[in-house]
């Protein structure tokens, strides 16, 4: 299936089409990135080569999603339904949150941050770890960090700077969108290929697409200038999507793959379980082995996040916990007196 079967559906829907019905933007591109990597860099014990590639991109402007297609792939943002689905060439999508792609970005953004203030503290430069190209790369800010970002004008082009190092270059001439979809188009960027908070603030009075946009972006400790050329824009009704003809697939990434270990009766297998461990428990109290309960009924916790019936345990246990909690930090200097007086305790709560 092509993207053009593909958005040719969006005028049959699947939802109510608003009315009264607009044009909206189907954008092509052309994507050429290069990417360069540190001299001395090795993989495998070998230097990591230069490398290009290019290669076609088709964009939808939707106001309530983007599709885009690129490298064989559809993939669908949905904002209404803040989801984001991936349309597979054998019929098949897969379907997850849209807060996964942007939580992982976040989390992903901490690692050159925090590489970056044990570089600096060793007077160690890298492009890599500089907060300014973390918030290029993931399109974030750090709170923490003050980044100044500089313009000037070259050869036709707006180039936007850090300390006069290339972030990102837009040309002055641009194409006309239609009405309406100017920050559609500037999310699509920010989705799909990073860019600076605060260039985008910068951008924000530009109108239309410019034929030319080029980001500098740090792929690890590989620096990849990526430029997308525009091709042509074209205009169809606005509708919602259809997905008419794709079935639902599971992800084979984690934790889908993890959750496909646990098998189609995992509730039931976990009910089991807990089951089991409180019989542990109570067994392991009744005879004094009160380390060995306080250990299942922490599991159990951990299992069913039933803070209430495992504190109501631990309340209602409360005396042999407070003698074997003194126990433990009377001892907890010498093993060998604790392995005596743990015994001795386990004996004497026999009788208890």
């Not at 992982?104 to 503290?121: C, H, K, W, Y």
């Not at 040309?171 to 100017?182: C, F, I, M």
């Amino acid at each position: 299936m092509t993207l053009r079967s593909l958005t040719a559906l969006i005028a049959v829907g699947c939802g109510i089409m608003s009315a009264p019905l607009a044009a909206h933007a189907v954008l092509t591109f052309t994507v050429a990135s290069h990417k360069e990597s540190p001299e001395g860099l090795k993989s495998s014990g070998q230097p990591v080569p230069t490398s290009d590639e290019s290669f076609p991109l088709t964009v939808t402007l939707g106001h309530q999603y983007l599709i885009v297609e690129a490298r064989g792939m559809w993939t669908i943002y949905d904002f209404a339904r803040q989801r984001i689905m991936a349309l597979i060439a054998n019929k098949s999508y897969t379907d997850a949150s849209l807060y996964a792609p942007l939580g992982f970005r976040d989390l992903e953004f901490q690692n050159p941050i925090m590489m970056g203030t044990v570089l600096s503290a060793a007077k160690i430069d890298s492009l890599a770890t500089q907060p300014a190209f973390a918030e290029q790369t993931f399109s974030i800010t750090d709170p923490k960090h003050e980044t100044s970002i500089d313009q000037r004008q070259a050869d036709g082009e707006t180039e936007f700077l850090w300390q006069d190092k290339k972030l990102l270059s837009i040309s002055n001439k641009t194409r006309e969108l239609p009405a309406g979809y100017q920050s559609e188009y500037w999310r699509f960027l920010r989705y799909c290929a990073g860019g600076h908070p605060k260039i985008y603030v910068a951008l924000a009075s530009v109108q239309g697409v410019p034929e030319k946009i080029t980001f500098v972006l740090q792929d690890g400790p590989q620096t990849e200038t990526r430029e997308i050329a525009l091709n042509a824009i074209r205009t169809q009704a606005d509708g919602p999507y259809s997905l008419e003809g794709f079935a639902a697939a599971t992800p084979d990434e984690a934790p889908y793959s993890t959750l496909k270990l646990l098998g189609p009766d995992a509730a039931a297998q976990l009910a089991q379980r807990a089951d089991a461990t409180v019989k542990d428990r109570d067994a392991a109290i009744g005879q004094g082995r009160v380390f060995d309960a306080v250990l299942a009924n922490t599991a159990l916790l951990f299992m069913t996040g039933d803070t209430a019936s495992t504190t109501a345990w631990t309340m209602s246990s409360c005396c042999r916990l407070r003698r074997w909690r003194a126990t433990f930090a009377r001892t907890r200097r010498n093993s060998s007196e604790a392995a005596a007086l743990f015994a001795r305790f386990e004996a004497r709560s026999h009788h208890s």
